[in-house]
């Protein structure tokens, strides 16, 4: 059956920033295919309640509370995952994020750490789990970028650049990885998670953001959840290098920070 190319037995996944939204929901999808799961990110509690989730599906979970932007934090996920479960298969680098700000206002040193905390994560983890993968024969990488790394808007320039840099990085990383180790990305739109709590509390806020978007909707962490599993299952196993856009249908972004001409 065609569902069953979407099954993850046997297999062994770090998911970054897995306590709640994208990434607690990504975690959760992998364990739900049959995936033990690592799960990190700041909060332990947070972490603690997806876990009793990966559980209740009938996987293992480990959880593994730290600061990923420290890129060495990031890296040692990989020991951590071959520690409790003997493997290494599956790596969701969700982790990221950078607040808007207008362009005078965005320093030099502003800039690299949003690189740092979108990209440099990134490559830490991918790096150090590729021994591991190759080890197991093979794995899968995917990276969450955005559309803000493909369209422009105001106020969105160090946030936009490290994702478009992801994006990228996602494609010459699979040329060096290949054949064994597919490497992707999902550049996400607008999805509902607690970093939009102010836009789900604002029906008028987000009904203009709902008319903005093609398909008339906001998106759930569990349409992300959906592309990661695809990804990194048998199902995307002729799939690499690429960037899968799950946004909604957006051109343009679909919230004006009201930024005036300089």
């Not at 990966?54 to 020991?79: F, H, N, Q, T």
């Amino acid at each position: 059956m065609i569902l069953d190319r979407f099954r993850l037995t046997g297999r062994a996944a770090v998911v970054t920033g897995a306590g709640r939204g994208i990434g607690a929901a990504t975690a959760v999808a992998l364990a739900e295919a049959g995936a033990d799961v690592v799960l990190s990110a700041r909060t332990a509690d947070q972490l603690r309640e997806i876990a009793a989730q990966v559980e209740a599906a009938g996987r293992r979970a480990e959880v593994v509370p730290a600061d990923l932007s420290d890129p060495a934090a990031a890296a040692a996920l990989a020991d951590a995952a071959t520690g409790a479960f003997g493997r290494l298969d599956i790596v969701v680098n969700n982790v990221g994020g950078t607040l808007p700000r207008p362009l005078l206002e965005t320093s030099p040193r502003f800039l690299e750490e949003a690189f740092r905390f979108n990209v440099s994560t990134a490559h830490a983890l991918t790096r150090a789990a590729a021994p591991a993968m190759l080890a197991a024969g093979g794995g899968a990488v995917v990276n969450i970028s955005s559309a803000l790394g493909r369209v422009a808007g105001r106020g969105y320039l160090a946030y936009g650049t490290a994702k478009a840099a992801l994006a990228h990085y996602t494609r010459l990383a699979a040329a060096d990885l290949a054949p064994k180790i597919r490497v992707n990305a999902v550049a996400v739109g607008t999805v509902l998670t607690s970093a939009l709590e102010v836009v789900a509390a604002n029906p008028e806020l987000k009904g203009r953001m709902e008319q903005a978007t093609p398909l008339r909707r906001l998106g759930e962490p569990e349409d992300i959840a959906a592309a990661v599993l695809y990804l990194t299952s048998p199902a995307g196993a002729y799939v690499t290098g690429k960037l899968l856009e799950v946004d909604g249908g957006l051109q343009a972004p679909n919230l004006d920070l009201g930024l005036p001409d300089l």
